[in-house]
């Protein structure tokens, strides 16, 4: 399975938990709108803008299945001696 695919269905698997969480929390509905807003915002902000959204989330994905690779490829290097 290809690790772009995977690491993408985790994290819209995480954000529909999230968002079905917030759905049915106890907290109105202009609390939880205003918290959403909010960390909205804070992430945006954090990632440098929306535009550089999806570049980092890319890179993020190159990186970490970059490590994997690197790290089976290594594992499977010891186990052919």
Known sequence: MNSKIL????????????AVGLLLS???RAATKQKLKKGARILTDS???A???????????????G??????DSTS???KV
Do not use: Y
Not at 67 to 72: E, L, Q, T
């Open 7 to 18: 690491i993408g269905g985790l994290l819209a698997g995480a954000a529909i938990g999230t």
């Open 26 to 28: 106890p907290a109105t």
């Open 47 to 49: 990632l440098g803008g």
């Open 51 to 65: 535009e550089n959204l999806k570049g980092t989330f890319n890179r993020g994905v190159d990186e970490v299945a």
């Open 67 to 72: 490590k994997g690779k690197r790290v089976i």
């Open 77 to 79: 290097e010891r186990v």
